[in-house]
C-alpha cells in the first residue's frame, strides 16, 4: 500500500478550544504537515475568510514558518446572510493562503442546488476544488440527500467528501458510500465511530481503517485524509485527546503500509 502519512491532515475540530497557533506547534509535533482551516463556529482557530491580500499573506506565513501546509478550508454556509458572492471570496482566499480543496456548504438541500451554479461559473479559475460534506444533521446527511443534492446541481466541477465518521452516525458504512460518490470523491475524513455514535479512540470504534485505506489506495485515491478525533467530556485538559491523535496517526500508519 502506498505511504499516505504525507497526505494526513490535522483538523481544528480536534481540539476546539485551542487558537491557531497552538494548534500549529502541537500537530506540527505530532507529526502532522498539513492542517484544514475552519471558518465559523466561533472557535478561537477559526480565520476570516473574507481577509483581504495582507491577511492572507499574513495567514500563510504564519502557517508555513510553523513547518505546516494550508490544505483545505471550509466556507461558511451559504445563508442570506453569506452569498455566493461572499463564498467566491472566501473561495480565493482559501487559495491564497495555499488551499487546493473548499468545503462549499449551505443550510438546506435547495440553497446548495441553487447557488453552486453560480459559484462554480464565479470560482472557474481560481483553483480550488470545492466538496460537498455530509454531516448528520446537516441538509446533506444521508446519501439520499448526497443523490438529490448532485442530481439537482449536475456538475461535475462540484466533487464530494467522504465523511467517514458522520456516515457511521447515520448508519451508513464507508463502503455504500463509496459505491454512490466514487470518482466524485476529492477528499476524505475519517473518525473512529463506536455503536452510540460517539468519536472514540482509533482503533476502538466500528470503522474499519485497514479496509478503507487498503481500498483507497486499490482505486488510486490520490487526495488528502483529514484525521479527527472529537472526545466528549475533554474539553478542559488536551492530553486525552493528543494521545489519541497520536495514536491515531500510528495506527493509520500501520495499516497503510
Not at 40 to 45: K, L, N, R, T
Not at 89 to 95: E, G, K, Y
Not at 102 to 131: C, M, N, Q, W
Amino acid at each position: 500500500m502506498a505511504d499516505l502519512s504525507a497526505r494526513f491532515v490535522a483538523s481544528p475540530c480536534c481540539l476546539p478550544q485551542l487558537g491557531l497557533v497552538q494548534l500549529l506547534h502541537l500537530y506540527r509535533d505530532l507529526g502532522f504537515r498539513n492542517i484544514e482551516l475552519f471558518t465559523a463556529g466561533g472557535w478561537p482557530s477559526a480565520v476570516d475568510p473574507l481577509g483581504d491580500a495582507d491577511a492572507q499573506a499574513e495567514l500563510r506565513t504564519q502557517v508555513e514558518e510553523r513547518g505546516m501546509r494550508v490544505t483545505s478550508m471550509h466556507l461558511p454556509p451559504i445563508t442570506a446572510e453569506f452569498d455566493v458572492a461572499q463564498a467566491v471570496t472566501a473561495a480565493r482566499f482559501a487559495r491564497g493562503v495555499g488551499a487546493d480543496v473548499v468545503l462549499f456548504k449551505a443550510t438546506t438541500r435547495d440553497l446548495y442546488i441553487e447557488s453552486a451554479g453560480p459559484y462554480l461559473e464565479a470560482t472557474a479559475g481560481v483553483g480550488v476544488t470545492p466538496v460537498l460534506q455530509n454531516h448528520a444533521g446537516a441538509a446533506i446527511s444521508t446519501l439520499d440527500d448526497f443523490r438529490a443534492v448532485l442530481a439537482g446541481i449536475g456538475d461535475p466541477r462540484m466533487r464530494t467528501l467522504l465523511e467517514v465518521g458522520h456516515f457511521a452516525r447515520v448508519g451508513v458504512d464507508w463502503r455504500d458510500a463509496y459505491d454512490v460518490l466514487g470518482e466524485s470523491i476529492a477528499l476524505v475524513h475519517v473518525n473512529d465511530i463506536d455503536g452510540n455514535g460517539r468519536s472514540v479512540p482509533f482503533g476502538t470504534g466500528t470503522v474499519d481503517f485497514e479496509g478503507l485505506l487498503k481500498h483507497l489506495d486499490d482505486v488510486g485515491y490520490t487526495g488528502n485524509i483529514v484525521v479527527e478525533l472529537e472526545l466528549e467530556g475533554h474539553t478542559e485538559s488536551i492530553e486525552p485527546t493528543v494521545t489519541g491523535l497520536r495514536d491515531a496517526l500510528d495506527l493509520l500508519g500501520r495499516v497503510a503500509s
